[in-house]
């Protein structure tokens, strides 16, 4: 999944997982801690253009694809 942000907007990205792990932010070196069954927030000012993956570091998922222009 591939989503589209405006340059300077803030992002707000909701994830729930089954497992423990940590999504990663590329780019953007942000990080935060999954919980089972629980949803976790990452909120950030978009400001640096190009594509960002998304993705977990345990297993290597890639949750989505982040365009900001």
């Known amino acids: 999944t591939t989503t589209q942000v405006a340059a300077d907007a ?3 990205l909701a994830i729930t ?4 792990d940590t999504a ?3 780019g953007y070196d942000k990080e935060i801690a ?8 990452l909120e950030f000012v978009a400001d ?3 594509r960002f993956e998304i993705e977990t570091h345990e297993g290597g998922l890639v949750l ?5 222009k």
């Open 17 to 20: 997982s089954d497992i423990a």
């Open 10 to 12: 803030t992002v707000e």
């Open 34 to 41: 999954l919980s089972p069954g629980k949803t976790a927030v």
């Open 24 to 26: 990663h932010l590329h």
């Open 48 to 50: 640096i253009p190009g």
């Open 64 to 68: 989505m694809t982040l365009t900001v």
